[in-house]
């Protein structure tokens, strides 16, 4: 890598055309991403790509007045001292704050690039627009919120919340709450058969582990699975997957942890207070993001708890 103090005023432009290219790209391709969720977004960051590829233009026009039509190959990656972004993919699912968070510090890494090239630099003009795309770098918050006024009104601002709302509970909540149920209800049977059967805290622990891990796998992969989220717009299956896996075992696993108790009577009491608390959780889940009573709520998952519990007391007691 190239320290910044070295580069010449010939790569200094060539470095600004490319970071201009490359700002315009992402804007474009973020609109692109958030036109069918978000509209009004996009259309801000459309008009953000334009900007760029004003400046990227400006800067073209000084470079072929000096130096000529050829540009060297330099990249934002051969210079020391530039953030390293993360490609568009790795971001996804979009949500709107992530997107406002990467475009802020774009805008201030931008700023701060030309306020030093524009100190480096010794020939007037160069040094001129350098400057004057500095000075329009740090105006762009100011206008980024025309922008949202003008393409963002509260109608549409509301309406995207919504959206947002939505896609977290499709992508994130709803995969995570069925990971949750399973592996707090659906385990409950197994467990405490093996408990009531064994009176064994190690023997308890050990099918309360399988049970956890191995309903942990199936509901990943049946919910990976599912759909691809193409059609559904539940996001990745991959986050989904990982997302309900992980919480299922996590279900499963807060009841059958307490079984390294030794002592057994201990370890039952342990595991059914926890088996209370989880129930508690899932109820409130469903009363915040599901819109579900809390009463109405809670009554539901008891109930179901209590039948899977009973099961396995009544199997593992015969």
């Not at 007045?65 to 996804?92: A, M």
Request: with cysteine; hydrophobic share 45%.
């Amino acid at each position: 890598m190239k320290e910044f103090s070295e580069l010449t005023e010939q790569e200094l432009l060539a470095l600004a055309i490319a970071l201009e290219e490359e700002d315009s790209r992402t804007y474009s391709d973020l609109a692109d991403a958030m036109r069918e969720t978000y509209p009004g977004t996009a259309r801000v960051f459309t008009a953000m790509a334009a900007e760029e590829d004003g400046h990227r233009h400006r800067l073209l026009s000084l470079y072929r007045e000096k130096f000529g039509d050829h540009i060297p190959l330099i990249r934002r990656q051969d210079v020391k001292g530039f953030l390293e972004r993360k490609s568009l993919w790795l971001l996804r699912p979009l949500g709107i704050e992530k997107v406002r968070d990467e475009a802020e510090l774009m805008e201030a890494e931008s700023k701060r690039f030309y306020q030093r090239a524009a100190r480096h630099s010794t020939d007037a003009a160069i040094r001129q627009l350098l400057g004057d795309l500095a000075a329009e770098e740090r105006r762009h918050e100011a206008r980024a919120e025309e922008l949202e006024a003008e393409f963002v009104p509260a109608e549409v601002e509301n309406a995207e919340s919504a959206t947002e709302r939505r896609l977290f509970l499709l992508q994130i909540v709803q995969p995570g709450l069925a990971g949750l149920m399973d592996g707090s209800v659906s385990t409950l049977a197994p467990l405490f058969a093996a408990a009531f059967a064994t009176k064994d805290s190690w023997q308890t622990l050990l099918v309360g582990l399988a049970a956890a891990l191995g309903a942990g796998i199936s509901m990943g992969f049946a919910e990976a699975l599912s759909d691809n989220g193409s059609l559904t717009g539940r996001g990745s299956p991959l986050l989904r997957g990982a997302v309900c896996g992980l919480m299922t075992t996590v279900g499963g696993l807060g009841h059958a942890l307490p079984f390294l108790i030794p002592d057994f009577r201990t370890a039952i009491a342990v595991a059914v207070a926890v088996v209370a608390v989880e129930l508690g959780i899932i109820a409130w889940v469903r009363n915040r993001y599901m819109d579900t009573p809390f009463l109405s709520a809670a009554v539901q998952v008891v109930f179901g708890g209590l039948l899977v519990f009973g099961t396995g007391v009544l199997i593992g007691s015969s």
